[in-house]
Structure formats: C-alpha cells, structure tokens
DNA sequence: CAGGCATACTCGTATAGACGAGTGGGCAAG
DNA sequence: CTTGCCCACTCGTCTATACGAGTATGCCTG
C-alpha cells in the first residue's frame, strides 16, 4: 500500500472538542474545495488514512459517510472513493413553454439537448386512465380518474428527471393526447388545437431529499436532492387542464425564471 | 427497559440479499409511512432494536443513520430518535415584490409572517462595502466592489433563510440603502426612489446539500437540503441593480411562480 | 416541601477484528 | 500470444466492546 504524501493532510488535534471522524472529514472537505483533488479523483483509500492518522477503520469511515451525506463524495466498490464531479446542468428557462418553442416536431428536451451536444433519451413512457389522487384532483377542479402520462429523461445515459402529466379524461380521452407519442409540439400544442387555449402555468416549487424509489428510478448518488415542480396548465377560461408532476435530479438543474416587477 | 411491542416491526429475511442494516431501515421507513410512528413521536430506542432484531448496536445505527440521511428522523443526544416534524412551509409568491406590496412600513417578510400568525425576526443584519466575488460581479456588469446587505431571517425562532443583497457602490453608496434600515418599503422601494425604476426580475434556482456553514447558520438538521435562488433586479434601462443571493432551508419552503403562457 | 444528587437510560465516539465481494493487474499455463 | 486464475487492494457488512456525555426521573437529604 503506497504510503499517503506528506503534506497533502494535516494531523489531529488531540485537545479539540471536535471528534476525530469530524476533524478527518474537515481535513478532506478542505483538501477538496482547495483543489487538492479534483473532480473525479480518487481520495487516499481508508487503509491510508488509518495509517495516516493512526484511528480504526470504522473512524475513517464515519467521516467518508459525511463527506457523501454533503454530497461531496462517492464511494466505488472494489475501486475507492472519488470526488464526485459535478455533471453539466439543464437549464430550464420560464419561457420554456412559450407557442414558440412548439412549433418544431421534436420535443422541447430532444430539441434542446441536442442544441446543447448531450444525446437524449425518453423512456418508462406509460400512458393509462387511473384514479386521481387527492392533490391532483383538488387542482384539476374535482375530477375522479385522470389520464396519467409518464416519462423518464436521460442525458447521455443520465436519468435526470421523471415526469407525470395528469388530465382530465373528458379533455383527453380518444385524443392524440392518449397516444404514446402526441405528435409535435407535445400536449400542449394538442390541447391548443383542442380548442383549450392556454393561458397561464403555475408552478410550485420544493427541494428535499429522494425516496428510495427515486433513488433507484434516477439513479442518483446519496447527498443528491431532488427538485420536486407541479406544474398546473390553466386556458383562457381558467380551467385546470393538466397537471405535471416532476422529480429532478437537484445536480443536473438550474430554474430560471423572469418575473415583471409589476 | 421496555420490551418492543410485537407487531409494530417485523422480522428480518436471513435469505435476502438486502444488507441487515438496509432491511431494518426499510422496516423503520414503512412504518413511519404508515403513521404507526406519528410526527415528533419517538422511534425504539436502538437498544430496544438491538434486542428486537437480535442484531449488534451499531448496525442499528447504521440503520437510523439512513432515515437521518432521508431526513425522515432525527436523533437527541440523552432522549432518543424522533420522527422529524414536518414544519409549516412559507409559500413564497412570485409576485411577492410587486410594488403593490411595497406600500406599508414593514418588510415583507415581517407582514406575511405576521398574518400567517408565526412570530418573525431578522438578525444578522450586516451591511458593507467589499470586494464583490466573480459571479456577482459578472451578473452586475463588471463592478469592482459592491454594498453587501446580509440578514438571516426567522420564524417563531426558526432560522429558516439567509440572504445577501449586493449592490454597485455608484447607486447605493450614501443613500438609505446603506443604512441598516432603509426604511418602508425596503431597497426595492428607496430604488425606485433614487429614479432606478425596476423593470424585472431574474430568479435562478438551484437545490443542494448545505455547506457546514450554512448547516450551522440555518441550524439545519442532517438530510435537509437548501434552495439556493439568485435573484438580479433589473432597472428599465435594462441595467441590473441588485443581486440578491438567499439560501433557504429547503423544508420550510414552497416557491410558486405564474407564468404567461404565451 | 424544596433542592440536589444518584442512577438509569439515551445517543455519540472510538477500537479491533472478521469475513464478503467487486476490481484490476500480474503471472502462469496452455 | 492468449487465456484464465490468483492475489492484492478496494469498499461493504457485521460483531463485540468500551467509555463519554446529555437527559430525565425519583429518591434522599436538609
């Protein structure tokens, strides 16, 4: 086992308050945010930092779960730990629905990262009626059973988001709308031609941490948030006329919005 | 000490692939979900689990140190692990700086807080020139040194969002901006009064792990996240005046946005 | 009755050891 | 040279133990 350079860490402070897993993960934190290791690299393995240190294998351990809980950090069975790199984020503008951008046959997501050089990909596509749940019901204004559309995004392989449109049956029902695939410009460009123009969108906005089936649905490393939007689609009448639920990947996005100060 | 209730967890799968510790979380996490464990309401303790699963103390930990991940519990050192309340969330509109909102004597943070009946603060309250950082920099134009504004604001003692206005010195400086408070209306308002009429506003959102930093500044527990949202103020002349840097504790947050859909 | 202390229970930190499993390189056999 | 195995190194899981420190309760003392 190569012997860790000197230098590169500190030692303890055998008379701080702070626990020694704690010291440990500072040390590495700072090493980190100095440069010291960089984006993918891998950090001393734990039998070095025991040697280095002097503390038991189970200490250095702790600080590494830190180090991952603040996202720092990811461990590779069988290879080491690595400074997790920060992946290119998507940057989602709030004119990203404007009639605009629907005029193209492909979806605003193929459209936009392809512009950006990233391969795309939409899976887990499942389209069915089922029974609305509470939340979706009180926004889409009292309806029973929905028509749900489900989709998964990839960059480059990536999952970064997973997303469910929920409508009312009597705007979807027997329309392009409950195909796998809706045609160009998407539903909203459906809905348009439906004769449910489009006024206004809300979106709300919450940051927490993934349920295990998020967990595994994006693939993402523990200290990674998720970015939760709902997003309800209101035409000039003020109806509700759908309701999209996504879960984002908090690394891979950036929210845009422009706001008149009115 | 108690026995544990039969029932109320069960048995471990010695077949399963699943990790021990991984299988005992799983089992804390339904239960929680099913409300067997209300909100605020205590878990076992792990000596309790210990004898429950037949298993070694610090494989229940790594159990409970998976939920603390999830933020779905917290530990007390000398009382036990709790079930993590969920606390009210503050709804943040964004038509919160309207300039109907700018009329009355207090802050809007002050007023809204006040009507939702919690008791708010603001400390921390620290305002100086400095060097302004690259980013905020570039986002202002290509200004040198800037006004910083820091206040950390609370609810019912709460921390819950820390923020940064920074400000070019060639409309801030010796003005009412520079003063501790600037009075009714806020800096948006003395803005508009000094002739920089605003136009609109810019928010971007990102969510991540918080910084140890920020945990302690917010006093966050383990697996809580933070919105991070820059917001740049725009004048009419198109001219950003203002970047406000806010990080917030992501579970006590729901950001909600109206889009034209035009 | 009031105050303080002892104690039991809680989680926090740390050690030492064991075995398992994924990865990759080198060496030996074909 | 190629194939396949072995081994060293990595992290993953689990046990058993020890002591420290915060909390709450009840008993004992004044």
Redesign the interface.
């Known amino acids: 086992m190569p012997t860790l350079p000197s230098g590169l860490l500190g030692d303890l402070d055998p008379t701080s308050d702070r626990a020694v897993f704690r010291q440990i993960a ?1 040390q590495l ?1 700072e090493a980190i945010d100095r440069g010291r290791f960089r984006e993918g690299e891998k950090l001393p393995s734990e039998a070095e930092l025991v040697d280095h240190y002097g503390v038991s294998r ?1 200490t250095v351990r702790n600080s590494f ?1 830190i180090l991952q ?3 720092l950090v990811h461990a590779e069975h069988g290879k080491g730990v690595f400074v997790r790199p920060r992946p290119p984020v998507r940057r989602l503008a ?2 990203r ?3 605009r951008h629907r005029e193209q046959g492909k979806s605003a997501f193929i459209v936009e990262a392809d512009a950006a050089g990233s391969h795309p990909q939409v899976d887990s596509l499942e389209v069915k009626e089922e029974k609305a749940s509470q939340d979706v019901s009180t926004r889409l204004g009292s309806v029973r059973r929905v028509l749900a559309r489900r989709r998964r995004y990839l960059l480059d392989g990536r999952p970064v988001e997973f997303a469910t449109s929920y409508l009312p049956l009597d705007i979807a029902r027997g329309t392009p709308i409950a195909e796998p695939n809706p045609g160009p410009g998407g539903i909203y460009a459906r809905l348009e031609e439906l004769g449910h123009h ?15 089936a998020e967990v595994k649905t994006l693939r993402l490393a ?6 939760h939007l709902i997003r309800t ?1 209101y035409d000039t009448e003020g109806r509700a006329v759908e309701v999209c639920d996504t879960v984002m990947a ?2 891979a ?10």
Chains 1, 2 share one sequence.
């Open positions: 500072d934190r189970m779960s809980g603040e996202g709030s004119d629905f404007a009639r489009l006024d206004r969108f809300e979106e709300e906005i919450r940051a927490r941490m993934p349920s295990p523990s200290g990674v948030p998720v970015i689609a908090a690394d996005y950036v929210l845009s919005y422009q706001l008149p100060a009115t």
